[in-house]
């Protein structure tokens, strides 16, 4: 369990990490950055993951399950910005040990210049991670580390409207998410828990995955724990 519990926080320090980069020219904005703006709230899939109350409840550190995986971003005109996911971990060699992943942050954003998205927490966001075949099965703990995301646009789907494309600090695409409005639907913007540095919240109550016969298909990025 601890030793679970320090590789999880060392995949979370490294994953901040960017190797290797160097500087760039600003970006060139293109119609994918201003075909409209970015505020608002984003819901990848059938929209079952959406930010704001109906999905976190970081008083009590705990989740409101959504009926399906997915991810949900919401971004204010001044500057806030929360993260909503729920994902599964297929693992091909055995299917039962699927891990579920649900993750909870906000903070503030900054678009930046050379086209990435920069993202620091206020330190009150948590995950819940769930594994089947562990002996301790669901666990959570806090979730805070500056976050990147390489670069980012927004097209327009025929039947779905704008779609916000985000890369993760690897370049690996997020699942596209949809505009579900432009009024961002988030908890408030500020700190909503007393955190101390190295606290540890307490185990949870294990929760309820339900699989979903396309949640392999749609979760088919390469996920890891971070
Ligand atoms: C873009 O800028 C961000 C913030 O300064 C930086 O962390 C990132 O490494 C830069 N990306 C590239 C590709 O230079
Ligand atoms: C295009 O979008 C970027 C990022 O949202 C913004 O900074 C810039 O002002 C926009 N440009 C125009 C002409 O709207
Ligand atoms: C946690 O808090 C939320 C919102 O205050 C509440 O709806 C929910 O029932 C609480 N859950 C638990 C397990 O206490
Ligand atoms: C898949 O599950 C097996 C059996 O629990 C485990 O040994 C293996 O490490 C898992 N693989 C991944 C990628 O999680
Ligand atoms: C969260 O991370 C930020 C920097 O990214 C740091 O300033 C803050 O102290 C951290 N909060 C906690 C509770 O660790």
Redo the contacts with the bound molecule.
Sequence with gaps: MKGLLTLLSFIAAFSSV?LG????EPIQYTPTHNITTIVGTWSSGSQAVVTGPGFASPNNLSFFLPENTGVSYSFTDDGFYEVAQFRLNGNGSAPNCATAVLLWAHGQY?L?????I?GVLFGDGYQQIQDPCTAVSSFVQAYNTTE?Y??WGISQDPTLGYTLQLYQYNGEPLPPQYQITTSPIMLPTQPLRNVTPASTPAPADNIVIRKRSDASTRWGWNLGLW
């Excluded at 980069?21 to 760039?24: A, F, L, Y």
């Design positions: 960017v980069q160097t500087d760039s900054t930046q210049p050379n086209g990435s920069t990147l390489q670069s």
